[in-house]
């Protein structure tokens, strides 16, 4: 979930998003390097968009804070919607991380996904602004396999686990790491849609507000 801001003069629009991490998992340095990992995704798509004749680029802004003290209650009685709140641990029940469905500001991310340019808490983030999995999920022949989607996609060779695995056995479908953010994907955003007030910010994605317990092994 993000605030997305007009800013005219710079010819920018910025999408703002703070995420918060709690958990035992969660720390000052990872949350700082999860954010990274979104804003350099999201950005290097280098984005733009047509918003009454005037075109922007569209750049992300994205903070991450490890809240130590977080409380169920801070996360219910938010409403600022720049804000984000995911629970990080080593275990997660069916061994994923998710977000709590499309347009959300909650979720819960296992440890071991983020890590190793995965791609995951991009692909999470844009669940949270508002774009769904594909529903074509055979892309061989069609190049780069955009942020969102999903592990088990077909793709071609070279964006496999293996690339000498056949389609769908083992080793044969997408490895998340070649995943890229392309144009399409801002374009899905469909930012030009949205209802700016007369300050020149809009609300993206939408508030889900969960707190998330551990799962126990």
């Known amino acids: 979930m993000g605030e997305a801001e007009l800013l005219p003069h710079k ?13 035992d998992a969660a720390s000052d340095s990872l949350s700082a390097a999860i954010a990274n990992d979104i804003a350099t995704h999201w950005n290097e798509a280098s984005g733009t968009v047509r918003i009454k004749n005037n075109l922007y680029h569209v750049v992300f ?6 809240s130590k003290s ?8 938010n409403t600022n919607p720049r804000n984000n709140y995911f629970r990080v641990e080593e275990f997660a029940s069916g061994n994923i991380s998710f977000v709590d469905g499309i347009n959300s500001n909650t979720g819960y991310f296992k440890l071991d996904n983020l890590l190793n340019n995965s791609t995951t808490a991009a692909h999470e983030y844009g669940h949270t602004i508002g774009l769904d999995h594909p529903e074509n999920l055979d892309i061989r022949g069609m190049g780069t396999p955009g942020i969102m989607y999903p592990r088990g996609t077909i793709v071609d060779p070279e964006h496999q686990y293996d690339p000498n695995a056949a389609p769908q056995t083992y080793g044969g479908t ?8 392309l144009k399409e ?13 007369d300050k020149g910010f809009a609300m993206l994605g939408g508030f889900s507000s969960v707190w998330h317990n ?3 092994e």
Not at 70 to 77: A, R, S
Not at 174 to 181: D, E, G, I, Q, T
Not at 185 to 197: G, K, N, V
């Open 174 to 181: 997408l490895n998340p790491f070649y995943r890229k953010v």
């Open 185 to 197: 994907d801002i374009a899905l955003l469909r930012l030009s849609d949205l209802p700016f007030d």
């Open 61 to 66: 802004n994205i903070e991450g804070i490890w």
């Open 70 to 77: 977080l409380t169920p209650e801070m996360i219910f009685e």
């Open 11 to 23: 010819n920018q629009l910025v999408v703002h998003s703070v995420l918060f991490f709690y958990g």
């Open 214 to 216: 551990r799962h126990m």
